[in-house]
Antibody
């Protein structure tokens, strides 16, 4: 069965970076994109960006450009999201999901809580 | 940038019908997807491409999209349907994904 398993919770300081992983199983990894979505405490869903597991092409939200890096390692079927220059506004749960572009996201990781605090 | 507008809250009694709207400029020309999110859980896709249901989603969940409004309808509402619901689409002009602000469904 399709599964996306994310890395564990992170606590980090303002100005630092965080890297979250998303390991896929149960499907042909390079056939689908991976999308990253985050959710601040008590808030709605925010699209962060998408990358193609096939060729590594990426597309990210304007508000995060310059701070967000998305990569994949096809040998381990793992996608990574790195966010730099963190502030308290980046605190929240980060999700990876299968799909991209015009598609709905049919499978999601369990979420990774990132806390930015001095 | 493209904006999707959802009512903050909707309520329905068990057995009744709940309707959640998602407004956007000419949204009927785009493919809309809907997610259910319960507290502490990841979102769950309940309707994709306006009106299709993923495997395992009850027929009670249906979608429609026309003009400036997309709609998620939940028939015969159950207590387990209480959750936040989000609409989402791909805006081809900006090449960005947009989520609505979310609607909290309360089952009375």
């Amino acid at each position: 069965q399709v599964q996306l398993v994310q890395s564990g919770a992170e606590v980090t300081k303002p100005g630092a970076s965080v890297k979250v992983s998303c390991k896929a199983s149960g499907y042909s990894f390079d056939t689908f994109g991976i999308t990253w979505v985050r959710q601040a405490p008590g808030q709605g869903l925010q699209w962060m960006g998408w990358l193609s597991a096939y060729n590594g092409d990426t597309n990210s939200a304007q508000s995060l450009q310059g701070r967000l890096t998305m990569t994949t390692d096809t040998s381990t079927r793992t996608a990574y999201m790195e966010l730099k220059s963190l502030t308290s506004d980046d605190t929240g749960v980060y999700y990876c999901a299968r799909g991209g572009g015009n598609s709905g996201y049919d499978f999601w990781g369990q979420g990774t809580l990132v806390t930015v605090s001095s | 940038s493209y904006v999707l507008t959802q009512p903050p809250s909707v309520s329905a009694a068990p057995g009744q019908t709940a309707t959640i709207t998602c407004g956007g400029n000419n949204i009927g020309r785009k493919s809309v997807h809907w997610y259910q999110q319960k507290p502490g859980q990841a979102p769950l896709l309940v309707v994709y491409d306006d009106s299709d249901r993923p495997s395992g989603i009850p027929e009670r969940f249906s979608g429609f999209n026309s003009g400036n409004t997309a709609t998620l309808t939940i028939s015969r509402v159950e207590g387990g349907d209480e959750a936040d619901y989000y609409c989402q689409l791909w805006d081809s002009s900006s090449e960005h994904v947009v989520f609505g602000g979310g609607t909290k469904l309360t089952v009375l």
